[in-house]
């Protein structure tokens, strides 16, 4: 079994940028789709991006496209999400998780959360206008 760690988060301005990692444990990455999902006060939790186990294929939601980054380092057993340009509507707890099955071609939608299997406990991210 896997456990996923994120971390990262924090408060920062509007404009600003984060860096947040997930890292793993229990087994390797390798061969499995990642992705990134965050869950806003008082709302449901929504897909962010995610990547295609190659690393060649990357997905995004439309309200952090050409602002936010996934990549992976399966050496490291760690996948990242850079978010730059913040918004104070980025504001919610990130999740990471590992889709299911390994080496799979492509995930029906790589934005359905049953499409993952494994996630992370989450981190913070406030963006403060």
Known sequence: ??????????????G???RLSCAASG???SGYAMGWFRQAPGKGREFVAAMHWTGGGT???DSVQGRFTISRDDAKNT???E???LKPEDTAVYYCA???GRFRPVLVDYGLQREYNYWGQG???TVSS
């Open 79 to 81: 996948v990242y999400l």
């Open 59 to 61: 997905y995004y939601a």
């Open 83 to 85: 978010m730059n340009s």
């Open 98 to 100: 590992t889709a299911r």
């Open 123 to 125: 981190t913070q991210v």
């Open 27 to 29: 087994r390797t990455l």
């Open 1 to 14: 079994q896997v456990q996923l760690v994120e971390s990262g988060g924090g408060l920062v301005q509007a």
């Open 16 to 18: 600003g940028s984060l």
